[in-house]
């Protein structure tokens, strides 16, 4: 009996800690360093695609800093305005003036729906004549249906930071208070 017990809290907190890491965060923490782009303008540029048929989908972008400058250019299912948050629909964008030599961040925090095609959040810096930092993108998030993001980084320039959910770091804390109950009762 004693050991079917310590084998099924064993298993109560095994199921605790993989289902803390096992979640997938929908939110990133996402900054652009232009430190060695030198000076001068550019455009940060903004979008959250997919095709016809990809899931119902939101992109909520908020937070967005740095040496920004004059009105932001929104096409597409975009709604609210800087410097409050912007929900992105399906086919929306944004594009942004601002200026080099410094940081860039913003938060992005995704809902996805269930459908059978993926979509896909991307951010560029780029000027009159060509892409800033990548041959492209900078970075993007693919939300596909029935797997975690997948996050592609294709520049130093950026970094991508995920955002754990409230409920995988509760999840966590719960596992490890468990942890120091068992140990305390083992003594």
Known sequence: MIFLKTLMARLLLATMLLGGAAQAAQQYNITIDTATLGDG???????????AEAAPASATVSGLSGALFGPAQLSGPVSGALPGALTFGNGGDL??????????????LFTQGSGDAGITFGWALFNDVSYLGADGDLGTISLLPG?????????????????PEPQTVMMLLLGLMCIGWQVRRRR
């Open 95 to 108: 594009v942004q003036a601002v200026n080099l030599g410094g940081a860039l961040s913003f938060q992005v």
């Open 41 to 51: 303008q550019a455009y940060l540029g903004l979008y959250f695609l997919g095709l």
């Open 147 to 163: 797997v975690a993001p997948l996050v592609s980084n294709f520049s130093p320039l950026s970094s991508v930071q995920a955002v």
